[in-house]
């Protein structure tokens, strides 16, 4: 990699560089008046520790890179365009992202802003004559280049920022007490003027952002492992009733990485009616998969059967809890950029003053999830038993409430709206509450009910219902936060998440407001988004540290299964957490529908070997499961085939 303060002018395609992306100007439309066709361009300022360089984008460039990104530049060219002398990648260049704000950097010289004289022992030559500013015009804050003769093509705007270095040395972007830098006139560099063919440079493709699928991999890793070992791990499995286990981190994981998701991909859809088509399509699917999956059409993979009476269809899963955060948080964020203030110096609430019509709703969502928890009357209510596969199939319960306000198993607001709206045939028909100490002597095991177990320890509860959906969407919107690209994110990533694991905690353990997975607590939300806040960072700063060493792989190789498994979470989810892969194996058994290829591993790969079933299916889950499907993961990445929604 050449440093930007060696490169050189030249006609050729042969600089290979990295630099960090100061800002960006706006973006022309040009028209060629042989072919009618409309190209973009953009100019934008980029550095590196060395120096900082006028960098122009070109077509789909234009939209894939935002202020912060790192980039990588290959056989780059750097020579004179309409007058301006511009670093670019060309027609044979290319350019990618690396990373994300983690990279040291100076803007002083400008290698722009540099004058080329003829040689005077060398006619056909040309050397550097002096830096025409010191200072980079773009290194100022608007307050104090006012006053400054800009050129039109060149109104960018650059706040006074401090960015992290990777390196021991932390460089500090303090323009009004930068040093004058005095050109070197020594040192002589030759170059041959020519002006170069760049009406039909090559896109760019945007990068995906490493951390987010790795993120995405351990959170479809988890759904895996808690279902398929939570039985005989309890503690990894869901929370009877309040706390918050391992299991409980996995749909706020989701909301948080859809919200993520969403700040990242729509930025690329200027067109607002193309962004909406397309946020009301992708809800579609998510409700067609989620009602396939989990409305209990599907009975993989233990049950070589399928179908489902309409009169027990479960409404409510995942995926349609995911497909309503992502309607009304991808709405929120295609209505309100246009009232967003791009312009708004920086500061200690910069970010919730920038996007405050999500904050906005967040609070709405907030106060109509208390009015109606807190509210609601619920008064006596009565079931029929719907398991076919319990002694009493068919009996009927009456269970007594007649109070406002409280947040237990039977008489919560939030279960009474679902048994209202939904129906209680449409609820999902084995809780976790089943597993609580009131219902069971197993307890946090399943088992049989106590002799004087309640009435309610028998009901059905939806643990993706309404009112909990509709809180759930806070993590969406949470999620949005952590995924707009703003200068002064990474100060207040790490300290939002510290923050909102810390009143959570608080919450929960005053009393004040139980953590709740199942009726989605505010103390709940602030817990999980918390936890998924520092995971995140952690990976992002992991990920991104190490592109920026010798050896760009290092830590990144530790992650490559969950990195694969991120990017094709759909399939993962589909066929592992779901089941259709084993199920389909166990349609092709011996003698005995028990005597399958999954059973068989299970019992004598894994369960003999360890003489224990606990760590047996712990391991098996671990490697059978989820090192398997990484690997298919990974397979699937090299061929280039991806199932997306």
């Not at 290979?16 to 190209?39: C, E, M, P, Y």
């Not at 945007?206 to 279902?227: E, H, N, P, Q, W």
């Not at 995971?535 to 694969?564: G, H, T």
Request: hydrophobic share 45%; glycine share 6%.
């Amino acid at each position: 990699m050449v440093p930007l303060k060696d490169i050189v002018p030249a006609a050729q395609n042969n600089i290979n560089t990295r630099f960090i992306l100061l800002d960006k100007g706006i973006v022309k439309t040009t028209t060629t008046t042989s072919s009618q066709a409309q190209n973009k361009t953009c100019l934008a300022l980029v550095a590196d520790e060395t120096a900082a360089v006028h960098f122009q984008l070109w077509g789909n460039e234009c939209d894939a890179f935002e202020p912060g990104d790192i980039v990588q530049l290959s056989n780059g060219i750097f020579s004179y365009c309409r007058n301006n002398l511009l670093l670019r990648a060309g027609k044979r260049g290319k350019i990618e992202k690396v990373g994300e704000f983690l990279m040291a950097y100076v803007e002083t010289p400008n290698l722009s802003e540099i004058r080329w004289v003829p040689d005077p022992n060398n006619s056909k030559k040309y050397i550097q004559e002096a830096v025409i500013s010191p200072h980079s015009l773009y290194g100022y804050p608007n307050h104090l280049v006012r006053n400054q003769n800009r050129r039109p093509h060149m109104r960018l705007s650059m706040q006074s920022s401090v960015y992290i270095s990777s390196s021991p040395k932390t460089v500090e972007h303090e323009p009004t007490k930068m040093a004058e830098i005095k050109a070197d006139t020594s040192h002589h560099q030759s170059l041959i003027v020519s002006e170069p063919d760049v009406s039909d440079p090559k896109p760019s493709k945007s990068k995906r952002l490493a951390s987010l699928d790795i993120f995405r991999g351990l959170t479809v890793s988890l759904m895996i492992l808690v279902d398929d070992a939570g039985g005989e791990w309890p503690v990894i499995g869901h929370a009877p009733w309040n706390g918050c286990n391992l299991a409980d981190f996995v749909m706020p994981f989701f909301l948080f990485i859809v919200g993520m998701s969403i700040a990242l991909s729509l930025k690329r859809i200027p067109d607002q009616f193309v962004a909406v088509k397309k946020v009301i399509l992708r809800t579609l699917k998510l409700l067609f998969w989620g009602l396939l999956l989990q409305g209990g059409y599907s009975h993989a993979p233990d049950k070589l059967t399928y179908g489902v009476d309409m009169k027990e269809l479960r409404w409510c899963g995942i995926l349609q809890r995911i497909a309503l955060a992502y309607l009304v948080v991808a709405l929120i964020e295609i209505v309100s950029r246009g009232a967003e203030t791009k312009d708004m110096a920086p500061g200690t609430f910069s970010i919730f003053k920038l996007y405050y019509w999500h904050w906005l709703v967040a609070g709405c969502v907030l106060v109509i999830y208390f009015a109606v928890i807190y509210g609601t009357y619920v008064p006596d209510w009565q079931f029929t038993v719907q398991d076919r596969e319990r002694t009493d199939y068919g009996k009927s319960y009456t269970v007594a409430c007649g109070v406002r306000g409280k947040l237990d198993p039977p008489c919560n607001a939030v279960g009474y709206i679902d048994r209202e709206v939904l129906g209680i045939s449409h609820m999902y028909q084995r809780p976790a509450w089943k597993r609580s100490k009131a219902c069971t002597e197993n307890s946090p095991y399943a088992g049989p009910f106590r002799n004087d177990a309640p009435s309610w320890c028998r009901a059905p509860f939806e643990p993706e219902g309404i009112v909990s959906s509709i809180s759930a969407i806070l993590s969406a919107i949470i999620g949005v936060h952590f995924g707009h690209g703003h200068p002064a994110r990474l100060k207040h990533w790490v300290p939002t998440g510290c923050a909102l694991l810390a009143l959570g905690i608080i919450l929960h353990f005053s009393h004040a407001i139980p953590s709740n997975k199942q009726l989605y607590t505010f103390s709940y939300v602030c817990i999980t988004s918390g936890v998924a806040a520092l995971v995140f960072s952690a990976f992002y700063l992991m990920i991104n540290i190490a592109s920026l060493q010798v050896d760009i792989w290092s830590i990144r190789y530790l992650f490559l299964p969950l990195e694969w498994i991120g990017m094709n979470a759909m399939l993962v989810y589909v066929m592992a957490a779901e089941g259709i892969l084993a199920g389909f194996v166990n349609g092709w058994y011996y003698k005995d529908p028990h005597n399958t290829l999954v059973y068989w591993i299970q019992k004598h790969v894994f369960v003999e070997v360890w003489h224990s079933r606990r760590v047996g299916i712990l391991l098996y889950v671990l490697f059978a499961e989820i090192l398997f499907w990484g690997i298919v993961a990974g397979v699937l990445h090299r061929l280039g085939i991806y199932w997306k929604l």
